[in-house]
């Protein structure tokens, strides 16, 4: 199992995750902030990334703010 303590961007003009030099992660998401549109697409994002299910990923906290604990399950 691994915690990613990720910074979300919404309404990106592009898609993407990058990790940051201290270890945090940074996804920049084209959905913006509403009625969980942007977390489904860190989700998404992130499963693809990693190569997991979408089902491994969860949002564990920081659901409506910009900095998220997310937890990955192998």
């Known amino acids: 199992m691994r915690t990613l303590q990720v910074k979300v961007k919404p309404n990106a003009k592009v898609e993407r995750l990058e ?6 992660w940074l996804a920049q998401v084209k959905s913006p902030p509403v009625d969980g549109k942007a977390n489904q697409e860190l989700v998404a994002l992130i499963a693809q990334h990693f190569a997991v299910r979408k089902a ?7 659901g409506s703010g910009r900095m998220k604990l ?5």
Request: hydrophobic share 30%.
């Open 19 to 24: 990790e940051l030099s201290d270890g945090s």
């Open 56 to 62: 491994q990923v969860s949002i564990k906290s920081g």
């Open 70 to 74: 997310v937890q990955i399950e192998d």
